[in-house]
């Protein structure tokens, strides 16, 4: 690490209470490739031994700060009042960065000065190092209308590297909220600035029970906290609200699978009614596994809201047709045709005398048995 009046590169780990794992986390900014940056660690009134590890092991190799509890983005903020770098990257004290992810990052922000924001892929692994997913990126550019519809950042913040003067045209990290602060300052600097990311993972997330990922609830009012904050203002433009009714509904979506997949089924209700009072005609997704248990709890809720809703009879038939459209495809591809063969027959019922032509072929075929239909499929390959 060099140590210039004037680094390149300010790197901030916030931490609180990982006396035992943030020695790893420094040692691999320590083993970064490039070296001319700094290191400002944020103690957010750390109640273990913190203090005296870094004292023990660091004391010439970085800044530290304590503070009193206040939260991450405070912690994160008052890193930032004090860089010194031209260029700022966040660490949370528990992730791990590759040897080469600051170089590849301020090689590619200094080539292209429209750039306020880089990101990279990301490995989540687990407490014991074991790689759980790998995400990669796949959005670069003018990226507030995607940042508006969520987070397509991936990898949090320990992922980022912007340039510091993003903070005096999109200010801090908003300290009210309690996750997802992150989302909310990329859209602000969305607003002023191009995103670009590396490709390749660079950086390992480590999830473990404490993560705030794991506590949907916060993440939800989270979450929704930030789409009222820049929503609200688009409100009055007719297209604004249809669009914001979709997203609206979309993240009630994700969320109502996520509480289904803790067992919390009255969370799961409730969220997938209010995605439909937003937005009655969005196709609902199942995820995952258990498809045919996810179908009757997502069909009960379903019929409850249409029976509960004579107002909108007019979209009823409409909307169970994209639902179970979507549904029959799904099984179609499960090689499930018992459900398939159900699920059209709900189509048909629902659009008589308007039945979906692309739908008959698939479903007369799927009377015809496997060898047969692969046959049928063949010699129309050949006449196309």
């Known amino acids: 690490m060099a140590h210039s009046k004037s680094p390149a590169v300010s790197v901030i780990i916030p931490t609180y209470n990982r006396a035992h794992i943030i020695s790893q986390t420094i040692d691999s900014v320590l083993a970064q490739s490039f070296t001319d940056f700094e290191i400002i660690v944020v103690d957010d009134g750390s109640t273990d031994n913190t203090a005296s590890v870094l004292q023990e092991q660091y004391a010439q190799k970085l800044t530290y700060i304590r503070m009193e509890n206040s939260g991450l983005p405070a912690a994160r903020n008052t890193g930032i009042k004090a860089v010194r770098g031209t260029y700022v990257a966040f660490i949370d004290d528990d992730d791990l960065w590759f040897p080469d992810k600051l170089q590849r990052q301020i090689t590619l922000m200094q080539n292209n000065p429209s750039l306020g924001l880089v990101y990279c892929g990301c490995y989540k692994i687990g407490?014991?190092?074991?790689?759980?997913?790998?995400?990669?990126?796949?959005?670069?550019?003018?990226?507030?209308?995607?940042?508006?519809?969520?987070?397509?950042?991936?990898?949090?913040?320990?992922?980022?590297?912007?340039?510091?003067?993003?903070?005096?045209?999109?200010?801090?990290?908003?300290?009210?909220?309690?996750?997802?602060?992150?989302?909310?300052?990329?859209?602000?600097?969305?607003?002023?600035?191009?995103?670009?990311?590396?490709?390749?993972?660079?950086?390992?997330?480590?999830?473990?029970?404490?993560?705030?990922?794991?506590?949907?609830?916060?993440?939800?009012?989270?979450?929704f906290s930030v789409l009222n904050k820049y929503w609200t203002e688009r409100a009055p433009d007719l297209a604004w609200r249809d669009r914001k009714n979709e997203i609206y509904s979309t993240h009630c979506i994700n969320f109502a699978w996520k509480y289904y997949d803790r067992g919390d089924r009255p969370s799961f209700n409730r969220l997938l009614h209010q995605a439909l009072e937003y937005y009655p005609l969005n196709k609902i997704f199942i995820p995952g596994n258990e498809f045919a248990a996810k179908e009757k709890a997502l069909s009960e809720v379903y019929q409850h809201f249409w029976g509960s809703h004579p107002q909108l009879r007019d979209s009823r038939k409409k909307a169970f047709a994209?639902?179970?459209?979507?549904?029959?495809?799904?099984?179609?591809?499960?090689?499930?045709?018992r459900n398939f063969r159900r699920c059209v027959g709900r189509i048909f019922r629902a659009t008589f005398p308007k039945i979906p032509i692309r739908l008959s072929i698939p479903y007369l075929k799927s009377f015809l048995g496997k060898p047969v239909s692969e046959k049928i499929h063949a010699a129309r390959q050949k006449l196309l």
């Open 322 to 337: 994209a639902q179970y459209l979507q549904l029959a495809w799904e099984y179609y591809h499960q090689g499930d045709v």
């Open 127 to 223: 407490e014991d190092g074991a790689v759980l997913s790998e995400t990669r990126p796949a959005h670069r550019g003018a990226l507030l209308e995607y940042l508006l519809r969520s987070n397509c950042i991936v990898g949090s913040a320990s992922a980022v590297m912007v340039t510091h003067e993003v903070f005096s045209r999109a200010g801090y990290f908003d300290e009210t909220l309690k996750a997802c602060e992150d989302w909310d300052l990329w859209i602000r600097i969305a607003r002023y600035y191009q995103i670009d990311f590396i490709a390749e993972p660079l950086v390992k997330l480590r999830i473990h029970p404490q993560s705030m990922q794991n506590n949907i609830r916060v993440m939800e009012c989270a979450t």
